[in-house]
Structure formats: structure tokens, C-alpha cells
């Protein structure tokens, strides 16, 4: 469904070249969930901003690398090649829907923009099913209202309306929960989930929270410093990793962590993009690390399991 090669994004500061992603490559199966996971600025929201061709000169570029949506190049692909394949394939859940849903305007007008490809007749009627089937009660009702009559986890299964409402092939979900309490959190995630199962989707859903993905998916792709350091199945991930910053991520959630024993923090601080040191990117923080690893970016090793990882010094298994 999707198949990102070596992609490589810049951002431009101030006359400076940020790289926010080096050398990605990932591979979403359709159907499947793949969680995108790291510290904030490692690179996650950045290749799906990546797939949806919304970094642009004067903000940005897209320097190197292929992004295969459904077998379309869209980094060669025309503006006009572009929107269609944003307006029939991919549908987008944003972090915040506060900031994402337009204060002025209805629910039903901002639903409708995504449904062109409805007949007139029966936009009203599709949507009252949809967001029916989402969990909102009174949906045609609702339709008149503004996004400030919702709650934020009813304003979150809006904007997740607006993503499906163009009946796309890919969701991208950023952080979809992070302004939600714990309990509609797991609503929200549970109804993602189903969503997936439901209409086949192939989902690119971008967290912190190696927890989240471990509800939702079935992939996992652990970013770090504009890098893909290890990816696969995402239980085999969890059960074995080897990289030492999969490693901490699991040591710095609840995941492994008994009764009465202390987290375990990752020292140090992520890399800025304008002062990303040479060789691998967690180098400075890493507790495996050697000369060479200061150096030089080692090379991507594949397991048996169906996992990958690019470490010098791996985790022991």
C-alpha cells in the first residue's frame, strides 16, 4: 500500500538545512497498522508530512527517496496528480482537533468537503451514518453544530469522520490521543482498531508511547535522529529488541517494568537537526557505543524473525 525508499527531508532555517529525515525506509502492508515511534523530533511526524507532500520550498524538500502510494511515485508526482491522490487515498487524523477543525464553520460543512465523489442527494444521509458509527448520538442533529459544542474525544471522532469520509485506502493518525484523558484515549484507540479491521485499512499511526502502538498495531518502526533504526512485526520488536534505543524505550515505559521498580530514564537529550553529530544518532547517549559508532552510520542487519535494526553494538538477545 505504501513503500517509503530512502527518503531523505530537509527543512530551511534561516539561510541553514535542517534533516529531519535520513535515509527512511519503511513499508506499510495493507491492512496492517504500523506504529511510528520515538522521542518528539526524532522524524515521525515528518515522513508523514513526507507522504501527504506538504513540505514545500520555502519551508522545506523532499531531497532524496521514493514514496509509493498504491504504485504512484508522489515525490514525482504533479501538483494536480498530488490532490487527487490526497483527495481519493490517503485520509488524515490530526494530533488536535481543536486547532484542525475550523471554529466558523459546521460539522456538516467541513465533513462535506471530503465527499465529492457522494452524490448531493445522499451527502446528508452518509453522514449522518458515519458519524453514527463512530459513537456520536444524534448525528444528523449534530451536523448543524460547531466544533466548540463537542467535547474533545466527540471533536476527535469528528476529524477521524473527515478522514474517512473520502473512503481513503491509507489513515495517517499523529498522536491522535495525546490531548485526550486516559479513558477516551482508549476509546479512541479502540475505535481506530476497528476502523482498521472493518474497512481493511492500512494505518501509519505516529506516537511517543511504544504502549499506544502495542494496543493498534501490528508493525512497528522505531525512529531516532531523522532514522529508522529498527523496524518489523511489532511483537517480535517488544519481545527481542536489538537496538539499544528500542531498548530504553521500552526500560522508559511500564512495559517492562515490575512492582515497585523504578523507570528507567534515557540520559541525555534527542539531537537538534542543525547539530546532528556524525555516525549514528543516538551514539552520544548510548550506553553500547564505540569508536566507530561516533564515525560512521552503520548499515541495516535483518533478522530471521522478519525484523531489521542498524546498530554496530546490537542488544544482546
Known amino acids: 500500500m505504501l513503500e517509503i525508499s530512502n527518503l531523505t527531508t530537509h527543512y530551511f532555517q534561516g539561510g541553514q538545512v535542517a534533516t529531519a529525515v535520513r535515509g527512511a525506509s519503511l513499508t506499510l502492508k495493507k491492512g496492517l497498522a504500523t506504529a511510528i515511534v520515538g522521542e518528539s523530533g526524532s522524524g515521525k511526524s515528518t515522513v508523514a508530512m513526507s507522504v501527504m507532500r506538504m513540505i514545500r520550498p520555502p519551508i522545506g524538500d523532499i531531497a532524496e527517496g521514493t514514496i509509493r502510494v ?6 514525482a508526482a504533479s501538483p494536480k496528480q498530488v490532490r487527487e491522490i490526497l483527495r481519493t487515498s490517503i485520509g488524515f487524523v490530526p494530533q488536535d ?95 481506530l482498531d476497528r476502523l482498521r479491521r472493518e474497512r481493511h485499512l492500512t494505518t501509519m499511526f505516529i506516537t511517543h508511547d511504544i504502549r499506544v502502538a502495542r494496543l493498534v498495531c501490528q508493525d512497528l518502526a522505531v525512529m531516532y535522529g531523522g532514522v529508522v533504526v529498527e523496524s518489523g512485526p511489532l511483537s517480535a520488536v517488544v519481545d527481542a529488541p536489538s537496538h539499544p534505543y528500542t531498548r530504553a524505550l521500552l526500560d522508559a515505559s511500564s512495559l517492562d517494568v515490575g512492582p515497585r521498580q523504578r523507570l528507567r530514564a534515557i540520559s541525555g537529550s534527542p539531537p537538534t ?45
Not at 70 to 75: F, K, L, W
Not at 102 to 129: C, F, G, N, W
Not at 293 to 315: I, L, Y
Request: charge should be negative.
Open 70 to 75: 498504491n504504485g504512484t511515485d508522489v515525490t
Open 97 to 191: 482537533p481543536t486547532t484542525a477543525l475550523d471554529p466558523l464553520y459546521t460539522i456538516r460543512s467541513q465533513i462535506v468537503e471530503a465527499m465529492p465523489h457522494v452524490e448531493r442527494d445522499k451527502r446528508t444521509e452518509t453522514m449522518v451514518e458515519l458519524l453514527t458509527s463512530l459513537g456520536i448520538a444524534d448525528a444528523r442533529d449534530r451536523l448543524r453544530e460547531h466544533p466548540h459544542q463537542f467535547s474533545g474525544g466527540m471533536r476527535q471522532r469528528v476529524a477521524i469522520a473527515i478522514a474517512l469520509a473520502k473512503e481513503p485506502d491509507l489513515l495517517i493518525a499523529d498522536e491522535p490521543t495525546t490531548a485526550l484523558d486516559v479513558t477516551t484515549q482508549i476509546g479512541i484507540l479502540r475505535l
Open 273 to 317: 537537526l542543525l547539530a546532528m553529530p556524525p555516525g549514528c544518532p543516538f551514539a552520544p547517549r548510548c550506553p553500547n557505543a564505540t569508536d566507530i559508532c561516533h564515525r560512521e552510520m552503520p548499515a541495516t542487519t535483518a533478522k530471521a524473525d522478519g525484523t531489521s535494526f542498524a546498530c554496530w553494538n546490537p542488544v544482546a538477545s
